[in-house]
C-alpha cells in the first residue's frame, strides 16, 4: 500500500497550509477527513456485497450437490424396488412363465404414471422454477433490509425535526 511516513504527512501539511492558506486549511481537511470517510464505508459496502455474493454461489453449489446426491439416492431406492416388485411377481407366478411376468409388469406399472400425472408433474415444475427465480436471486431479509431508511440524523437533529410547533414560543432556546 501507500508507505507515508510522519516526516512526508508533515511536508504535505506544510505546502497545504501554504497553498490553502490558514483561514480555507480547517474546511478542506474537513471536507476531505469526510470524503475518505465515505469512500472507506463504500468500499466496505463492496466487500460485504462481494462476501455475501459469494456466500450465495455456495449455498447454490451445496443445493445442486444435495439435489444429486437425493436424486442419486432416489433412482437407486426406486431400482432396488422395482428389482424386489419383479422378483415377487416371479415367485408370485411361478417363476418359469416370462410372458406372465410382462403383462403383469405392464399392468402394474400402468397405475404409476398418467397423461393428466405427467402434465401436473410439468406444472408443479414449472411453478417451482418460477418460484425459486423469484426468491433466490436476493434474499428475503435483504429485501426486507432494504425497504428501511438507512440514514441516521443526531439526535439534536432528531429533536429540531420532529419538535411539535407551539403557538405562542419561538423556536429558539431561550
Known amino acids: 500500500m501507500i508507505d507515508i511516513g510522519l516526516t512526508k504527512l508533515a511536508l504535505i501539511g506544510v505546502v497545504a497550509l501554504v497553498v490553502i492558506g490558514p483561514e480555507r ?56 424396488m422395482s428389482d424386489t416388485e419383479s422378483q415377487l411377481n416371479d415367485a408370485w407366478n411361478g417363476g418359469d412363465d416370462a410372458s406372465t411376468y410382462d403383462s403383469a409388469s405392464a399392468a402394474g406399472d400402468s397405475w404409476k404414471r398418467t397423461p393428466n400425472a405427467d402434465l401436473l408433474a410439468i406444472k408443479a415444475k414449472a411453478f417451482r422454477r418460477k418460484k425459486l427465480a423469484r426468491t433466490t436471486a436476493v ?26 410547533i407551539s403557538a405562542g414560543k419561538s423556536a429558539g432556546f431561550f
Open 25 to 80: 486549511l480547517p474546511k478542506v481537511a474537513r471536507m476531505a477527513g469526510t470524503l475518505f470517510g465515505r469512500a472507506q464505508r463504500y468500499i466496505n459496502d463492496v466487500k460485504s456485497e462481494v462476501s455475501r455474493e459469494i456466500e450465495l454461489e455456495e449455498l447454490r453449489k451445496m443445493r445442486t450437490d444435495v439435489e444429486q446426491a437425493a436424486s442419486e439416492v432416489s433412482s437407486g431406492f426406486n431400482k432396488s
Open 139 to 164: 434474499p428475503t431479509w435483504y429485501k426486507q433490509h432494504n425497504g428501511r431508511k438507512t440514514r441516521v440524523i443526531s439526535a439534536s437533529a432528531r429533536v429540531a425535526r420532529y419538535r411539535p
